[in-house]
């Protein structure tokens, strides 16, 4: 993100009002838009040149070309790292890099094999996902990461293959009932593996804590600007790191909820209608579209349920931090998608 370029001035966290859930919805569909996908290499730098130039005052406003350009630079670059997020785990394709695997794992009739096939590639994802997008002030060892993985899929087969099993066993459900709650198995295990993969892989977070930076005063922003003062993180906070990462689980439910509950419930209504009956090779078509309809909607939904730039009073965390927030006693930190 902007954060990481060259310069003391900080340009407008955004067109919108984040302290709405409207504005965090409009600038979270700006952050996964999959049109920034299209950028090239000589296009990134272009916005990285625009926005270097106003955080070292060579351009005084923001132009519709300058927010076109941070965009790109938040859709793109890791805030921490200052590096590009390898573009299949970016937010911007995020919709694009899940419908295959989402479309497999909603694929109805599906055995056994394909059951814990499609369960794995879909953690495999999440895995890449996370860590790619996690807070990177607290780096993840090699055996964390495939520690968390292992038992990210054991979780996400283990309910897919209980509730498959369990289902046809729920003798007072009648054949329907039975039919959506099986459509709906994939679901269940997406959501508890989801919530449990975030924790796992961002387990390191919890354990060692968070930077944590105080909020700025109007002085202290101009400060910056002029070279006065450096924004330094004042510790590492656990609770700050407990709050980032619960939020963005429940976040990674949220998303997942209408993605893997409305397609496969519409899905069933349309396989009863004589236009699906007489076209059987139209349902994957079908499927697909209904899928990568909902995802478009839901991600920046879903995004938006919490800021990313989080604000909490200081007291709230630890008690190193109480006396040492910043503007109303408040502390910031990032966290994470």
């Known amino acids: 993100m902007t954060s990481s370029l060259p310069g003391n001035r900080d340009l407008p966290v955004s067109q919108y009002d984040l302290s709405t859930y409207l504005g965090r919805v409009r600038h979270s569909a700006d952050i996964s838009d999959p049109r920034t996908l299209l950028t090239s290499s000589a296009g990134l730098e272009h916005a990285k040149d625009l926005v270097t130039a106003y955080k070292t005052g060579k351009l005084r406003d923001m132009t519709p070309e300058l927010w076109r350009a941070k965009k790109i630079i938040d859709s793109t670059i890791h805030p921490d790292t200052g590096q590009p997020v390898f573009l299949p785990f970016r937010m911007s394709c995020f919709v694009l890099t899940n419908l295959v695997v989402t479309a497999g ?198 995004l938006a349920a919490f800021p990313q730039r989080q604000a909490v009073s200081a007291k709230t965390l630890e008690p190193d931090f109480h006396d040492r927030g910043g503007k109303d006693g408040m502390v910031e930190f990032n966290r994470g998608i």
């Open 105 to 302: 794992m909603l694929t109805p009739g599906m055995g056994t094999a394909g059951t814990l096939a499609w369960q794995v590639t879909n953690q495999s994802l999440n895995v890449a996902i996370n860590f790619s997008n996690a807070n990177k002030s607290t780096p993840l060892s090699t055996q964390t990461i495939i520690q968390s993985y292992c038992l990210a899929v054991s979780a996400s087969c283990g309910v897919a293959l209980g509730l498959n099993a369990l289902v046809p066993r729920l003798k007072r459900l009648s054949p329907n009932a039975k039919l959506i709650a099986g459509r709906l198995v994939p679901f269940a295990a997406v959501a508890t593996a989801g919530a449990l993969n975030v924790f796992l892989m961002r387990g390191e977070e919890i354990r060692q804590g968070i930077d944590v930076y105080p909020a700025l005063s109007d002085e202290d922003k101009r400060k910056i600007e002029t070279g006065e003062l450096e924004l330094k993180p004042i510790g590492k906070s656990k609770k700050a790191a407990t709050l980032a990462v619960g939020e963005t689980a429940i976040s990674r439910v949220l998303n997942a909820t209408p993605i893997m509950v409305l397609p496969p419930l519409i899905l069933v209504r349309l396989q009863q209608t004589e236009w699906l009956k007489q076209r059987p090779r139209m349902t994957l078509p079908v499927n697909l579209g209904l899928i990568f309809g909902t995802s478009i909607f839901a991600l920046p939904l879903a």
